[in-house]
């Protein structure tokens, strides 16, 4: 989930689990450029990896995204294995890979090395 300066996030439905009252994993999912399409995404707290919470919270959440007849898509990093095999379990498929994306417009953590290419 993604967050502005204000604290607002585009984040519009959210799935947690709690351990003891604590927040240890959330899903949550964001409207896209496309009508009808919101991007999934989660998080787990380091100690409570490898349970299968993260499976659980995708499934949850992409249960209810279609029951409301919205199409959910899933992005994961080329270099996040544990968060593509959540996806793989879940359902979600690979259809695109966009590992340098952002490179050249300037918000990329490769803006330096860019900066110096002639």
Do not use: H
Not at 75 to 94: D, E, K, L
């Amino acid at each position: 989930m993604e967050f502005a300066a204000d604290g607002s996030t585009p984040t519009r439905a959210v799935c947690i689990i709690k351990d003891r009252g604590k927040v240890v994993g959330a899903a949550g999912a964001a409207a896209s450029s496309v009508e009808g399409m919101w991007e999934v995404g989660v998080d787990v707290l380091e100690g409570y990896r490898n349970a299968r919470l993260g499976t659980w919270l995708v499934r949850r959440l992409t249960k209810e995204l279609t029951d409301r007849n919205i199409l959910p898509f899933y992005s994961a990093s080329v270099t996040n294995i544990g968060s593509q095999m959540v996806a793989s379990r879940c359902g979600y498929i690979p259809a695109w890979v966009d590992t340098f994306g952002t490179t050249l417009d300037g918000s990329s953590v490769y803006q330096e090395i860019v900066s110096r290419m002639t």
